[in-house]
């Protein structure tokens, strides 16, 4: 079975620094990869997808993503932080071309930004 | 605009009583799921169904039940089996009920006993 690690639970980041969200997944093929974010008592909201061909992934907000076969590894990344983007990320990994519809979450990464 | 939507917002049960949770999506999705989240345990599967009238257990399904009568409606009962029901409820929806594709998801139900 699929798995996925956050290693860190929370990172304070200074406004306008970069950031790197680190996210590490088990699985024996290459899986449909994705990022969260969670605002407090909000849903989750899709920052961006992996599925196949470019391994740099561009989503919204100014958010990027790069898929490591290598590494098993799949970074969030964003060059200048800004306080609205303190927020929980989560990282999420799928079975492509499987009957399994479910996702595996990581346990997410708490995101500070300090002025 | 289409998406997904739970109600309410917030929820208060007393000891010994049961409480549905209602989820709605107008987005044509064939696959819906329940989450539960507690600080620092990330996601947790209740249940999903992948197509109407089917569901199937996720990782903590005890406690809870779920239908799907209707392909815009997946409703989550938490019954009174469910000895720590105090926790954040999501409820989301994936278009296809295969492969891993993205789920969206609705803003949440916030479940505490009085």
């Known amino acids: 079975a699929q798995s996925v690690t956050q290693p860190d639970i929370h990172i304070t980041v200074s406004e306008g620094a970069s950031l790197e969200l680190r996210c590490n997944y088990s699985y024996g093929a290459t899986p449909y990869l994705f990022w969260y974010v969670q605002s407090p008592g909000q849903g989750l909201q899709l920052l961006l997808k992996?599925?196949?061909?470019?391994?740099l992934v561009q989503g919204i907000k100014g958010f990027e993503a790069e898929f490591k076969r290598s590494q098993s590894s799949f970074n969030l990344r964003k060059p200048s932080v800004h306080w609205s983007d303190a927020a929980e990320y989560f990282c999420a990994v799928g079975v492509p071309y499987s009957g399994y519809s479910t996702l595996t979450f990581g346990k997410g990464t708490m995101l500070l930004v300090s002025p | 605009d289409g998406g997904i939507t739970q109600s309410p917002k917030y929820l208060f049960r007393k000891e010994g009583q049961n409480v549905t949770l209602s989820c709605e999506q107008n987005?044509?999705?064939?696959?819906m799921y329940w989450y539960r989240q507690d600080p620092g345990q990330g996601l947790r599967l209740i249940y999903y169904?992948?197509?109407?009238?089917?569901?199937q257990k996720g990782d903590i399904a005890e406690g809870y039940s779920v239908s799907r009568e209707k392909k815009e409606s997946f409703p989550l009962t938490v019954t009174s089996a469910q000895k720590n029901p105090t926790a954040f409820y999501l409820c989301a929806s994936s278009i296809e009920g295969t492969g891993g594709q993205p789920q969206h998801f609705g803003d949440g139900t916030r479940l505490s006993i009085l």
């Open positions: 169904s992948q197509i109407v009238n089917d569901f």
């Open positions: 987005l044509n999705h064939d696959a």
């Open positions: 992996y599925f196949s061909g470019d391994t």
